[in-house]
């Protein structure tokens, strides 16, 4: 069984920065692509950013020059490091990794909160 597990969600003011994590633990073999995506009540989940697992990246036109993913391997971990943020880029944060072997289910974080409010 694996989990991913996030961290690193809050509040900040319009402009400032947050960054966000996710590892995954467990019975963890390889991870292939990984990945952010976001949702807000009544609205479609979002993929905000991806990396695959060469390392090339792509990301939401929404936050493309202001949000940077990367992964350490070694770590099983995926951050998120978003600046410049606004008020539309609130949303609970769910980290998803291509886990080798594990249910489509575990691939997927709880999810962490981003609250974008002055």
């Known amino acids: 069984q694996v989990q991913l597990v996030e961290s690193g969600g809050g509040l900040v003011q319009p402009g400032e920065s947050l960054t966000l994590s996710c590892v995954a633990s467990?019975?963890?073999?390889?991870?292939?692509?990984m990945a952010w995506y976001r949702e807000v009540p009544g609205k479609q989940r979002e993929l905000v950013a991806f990396i695959s697992s060469t390392g090339r990246t792509t990301y939401a036109p929404s936050v493309k020059g202001r949000f940077t993913i990367s992964r350490d391997n070694a770590k099983n971990t995926v951050s998120l490091q978003m600046n410049s943020l606004k008020p539309e880029d609130a949303a609970v944060y769910l980290c998803?990794?291509?886990?080798?072997?594990?249910?489509?289910?575990?691939?997927w974080g709880q999810g962490t909160q981003v609250t974008v409010s002055s």
């Open positions: 467990g019975r963890v073999a390889s991870i292939n692509d």
């Open positions: 998803w990794a291509d886990i080798c072997g594990a249910l489509a289910d575990d691939k």
